[in-house]
């Protein structure tokens, strides 16, 4: 490692006290950001690492005139997790401390899939200069990736009218940024998206449709990953389901004459 820290040789000899130069590296920070914006770009929030599913970030630095040099750091997705106003007014415990100079940074999102795999996808290919005397500071803002949501209702024919509503799960753990009531408490419940809909025109925010004309498979193409809550409405019984949607997540089988919980 002491080829990333050019100072340690001094600070193990008797005959330096400090290091002439402050210390300079790289000190990162990100957030998550909503992709959909069937709503408009205003309704993306701002998703927790848990609420996007995402559990690390990781850094791959090699020096652009020494490709020997090269190094992999990986961190837990909140160890640099900062909002605008945390990263505007605190420092991120993602640091790595290198020399000033040009180095190529390959930056790797890993997140969970619903069957508990890994899923990696490179987010960003990048060269940084690193500064003298100073911390280079380097500010992501990651777009989440959004899946397909396949569901398939069956026995369409045993009802008159159902209605679908796709709320997030748990607010204040899966926005970082959840909406207040008038008292600063959280929001009981909130639609992912008032525009969102199946390929078929059903709605997912509750409007109602005619059970006989819909077709049994439903696809929504672009939902962000995360948990979810399923309000599905058949006729006078409403019921919640919990979705967890991520890549390759299989579709969705809602049985509208046998709802889970009924009974």
Known sequence: MSKWFPWLGCLVLSACVLPADEPTGLEFSWR???????DGEESQRLRSCGGGSVHEVVFSITDTTDASRSEVFRYDC???????SEFATESSDAFVELRPKKYEVLVDVVSETPAGAENTRRARTMEIDVLERTI???DFDFGLEPVELELTLEQTDLCEEIGLSLRYADLDS????????????????????EGLETNHGLSLSGDPSACPELPAVHT???VDPGRYLLDVAVDATVCTIDLEVGPGAEAHVIDLANLPCEG
């Open 32 to 38: 998550f950001i909503e992709s959909n914006t069937v």
């Open 174 to 193: 899966d926005l970082a940024e959840p909406p207040l009531n008038e008292d600063g408490t959280t929001v009981a419940s909130l639609v992912y998206r």
């Open 78 to 84: 909140e160890t640099g997790y900062q909002t605008i």
């Open 136 to 138: 280079t500071l380097q």
């Open 220 to 222: 929504v193409l672009e």
